[in-house]
């Protein structure tokens, strides 16, 4: 026993000695869209970033004050906070999210980020604070890397330039088919779906047409309405600067690594490059103890409990009165208890089976061995939960990536999918009868759990790791994949096949005139022949 300690503490100062060690970087990190679930991944990226050494300055969309960061930790915020709750009511009609129905028309799903990645992005350039970091005097070895969100937002790629830092990029909303133009791959459109399409990776034809026409429309946005934007915002505020700035198309392919939020077997398998690195379930942390009268609540549940969550964009507070009534009524009728996060502190006629807060710490109660199902929209953070904590899920999506996460979940065998709109009690009654009381669910999601914990090293330590190694290395040009450098009809070889083409014609040409000459010559004899 004392051997095997001696050992393990010796195979660990070796690990710790061929570490090779980063000593305190400065790093710039630049996360303006103001969404509480993307702060869930960045959060926890600063904060790791801080306790390994690190100064961090982040231009910031929400504070980290309350979070006592430490002197190391330098925060512009933005002010005040965007409101895009405007953007998507002028997109979507209607007042809230409930109200949303046309969320999987590409059209207007692509005007909405668009429009969301440009206000937040101008939002931001405008303040003095961050002109300030625009126009410092000096900018030479003040930062080693800078850090920026992948959502619609590149301009600030253009103070890598201004800094002549190395940039890693994070994905909160996990991998998108665009990826593939940014690292030089091919990522078939036959079966990698559309990040905001309710598909799995398993298409049928109607399917792949549905999906290759929403991946090129993406694109073609992209390259045509979008990065011209994005350029235009560069030259009005970065434009004054004697650098000459590439197109945000070109800085956006021009990544040192991007981290991604997703892991396998969430993730599905397919082409990728050695700097996209998967780092989902990175949000979360052994449980904490649970609050009192929430641990009391759940351990005294001895049918089991459900919990119930939207989520942070979807408010269970505004959901339609009749909507709230169907799950009130459903819920009285259970043996199991509900825990609901619930965004005003009471609800009238509240069955004795349900408790209402305001807030609730998810992953920790999704850790208590008495909670039986999730209730959930399908988020990303909230799917990797279920599935690290291993609970059956019975999903309602409502837009973006969540129809993906909960088709996938579905195909996976640990979910049950039900529209919100069309809602009816029955529905709701037998699918949580079957996914607490049919085994099938809890054991599909035990095994990828089990699949989603086996990694040679821990989501956190992962992204710190590729951040470090970018650091040291000043870049990872040796990462970027030559296809980048390539035009588009080059890296996909219609140069070549149309080199082919022409030489197969040519050849084709040459052979019909060929035969045809010896016809004609073959002809003339005969005629020759008949006239002597
Ligand atoms: C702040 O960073 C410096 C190195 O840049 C380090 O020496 C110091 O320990 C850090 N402070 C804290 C509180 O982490
Ligand atoms: C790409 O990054 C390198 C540094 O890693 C930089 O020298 C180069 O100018 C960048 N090119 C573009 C197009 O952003
Ligand atoms: C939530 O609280 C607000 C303000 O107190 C109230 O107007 C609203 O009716 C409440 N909603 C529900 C569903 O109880
Ligand atoms: C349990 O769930 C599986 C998968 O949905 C289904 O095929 C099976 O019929 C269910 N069993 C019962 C007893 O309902």
Request: charged share 20%; proline share 5%; aromatic share 12%.
């Amino acid at each position: 026993m004392h051997k095997q300690v001696l050992c393990g503490l010796l195979a660990l100062a070796v690990l710790a000695a061929q570490a090779p060690v980063t000593d305190g970087a400065k790093i710039l990190a630049v996360y303006v869209f103001p969404a509480k679930s993307h702060y869930m991944m960045h959060r926890v990226l600063i904060s790791e970033l801080l306790k390994h050494g690190h100064e961090v300055t982040m231009i910031a969309a929400l504070t980290l004050e309350p979070e006592k960061m430490g002197a190391n930790y330098t925060e512009i915020l933005i002010e005040p906070v965007y409101d895009y709750r405007t953007e998507i009511r002028s997109t979507f009609g209607g007042k809230t999210i409930y109200d949303m129905r046309n969320e999987l028309d590409v059209q207007v799903f692509l005007n909405l980020i668009r429009l969301l990645g440009l206000s937040t992005t101008e939002h931001a350039l405008k303040q003095p604070k961050i002109q300030a970091i625009i126009n410092a005097k000096e900018t030479q070895g003040v930062y080693d890397l800078l850090l920026v969100e992948q959502f619609y937002q590149d301009a600030f790629s253009a103070l890598a330039h201004v800094y002549n830092i190395p940039v890693i990029s994070t994905a909160t909303f996990a991998q998108q088919t665009f990826m593939s133009e940014m690292f030089g791959i091919i990522q078939p459109w036959s079966y990698v779906p559309h990040g905001y399409l309710p598909l799995t990776e398993h298409m049928s034809f109607f399917e792949r047409v549905y999906n290759t026409y929403t991946s090129l429309r993406t694109d073609l946005d992209r390259e045509f309405r979008y990065f011209p934007k994005m350029d235009a915002l560069v030259q009005k505020y970065f434009g004054h600067l004697p650098i000459k700035f590439p197109s945000t198309s070109e800085m956006n392919r021009n990544l040192s690594a991007i981290l991604i939020n997703n892991y396998t077997p969430l993730a599905a398998a397919g082409p990728t490059t050695e700097n996209m690195i998967n780092v989902g379930g990175m949000h979360i942390y052994p449980p904490k103890a649970l609050p009192s009268d929430i641990k009391q609540f759940l351990d005294e549940a001895e049918h089991g409990a459900i919990y119930f969550s939207l989520g942070s964009q979807v408010q269970s507070k505004d959901m339609p009165v009749e909507k709230l009534r169907l799950f009130l009524n459903v819920f009285a009728q259970l043996n199991q208890r509900v825990l609901w996060k619930f965004e005003n502190d009471s609800l009238p006629d509240l069955p004795s089976n349900v408790m209402v807060k305001k807030w609730l710490p998810q992953s920790d109660i999704l850790a208590h061995p008495n909670v039986r199902v999730f209730i959930s929209h399908g988020g990303l953070f909230g799917s990797q939960e279920a599935v690290y904590h291993a609970v059956p899920v019975l999903g309602m999506p409502f837009f973006f990536d969540q129809h993906l996460n909960l088709k996938k979940a579905e195909y996976n065998g640990y979910a049950i999918m039900l529209d919100f709109h069309t809602l009816t009690s029955e529905q709701l009654k037998n699918s949580l009868q079957q996914l607490l009381h049919n085994n099938t669910y809890r054991d599909n999601i035990k095994r990828f759990s089990s699949i989603f914990h086996d990694r040679p090293m821990g989501p956190r330590e992962t992204a710190l790791y590729w951040i470090d190694y970018v650091i040291r290395h000043k870049g990872a040009r040796h990462l970027r994949a030559a296809g980048l450098d390539l035009k588009w009809y080059q890296f996909y070889l219609l140069d070549v096949i149309a080199l082919v083409v022409a030489a197969v014609a040519v050849a084709l040409g040459v052979l019909v005139l060929l035969v045809r000459w010896i016809l004609r010559r073959i002809s003339g004899e005969q005629i020759k022949q008949k006239v002597n």
